[in-house]
């Protein structure tokens, strides 16, 4: 699992962790979970700057 912090700052912002089947967003309690499938399309729209 590849863990990539949001902010290099401090240890509290949210994090992504990329593993072989999904993709977690988020924080402590407030995470969410995407598969790889819609993680590319979302990594798509903000290369597009769609979002």
Do not use: F, R
Not at 4 to 10: E, Q, T
Not at 12 to 36: M, Q, R, Y
């Amino acid at each position: 699992m590849k863990i990539v912090s949001l902010c290099s700052a401090c240890q509290s912002c949210p994090v992504v962790k990329i593993a072989d089947e999904h993709v977690e967003i988020g924080e402590k309690d407030n995470v969410c979970v995407l598969t790889k499938s819609e993680w590319e399309a979302l990594k798509q729209k903000i290369l597009n700057k769609e979002i």
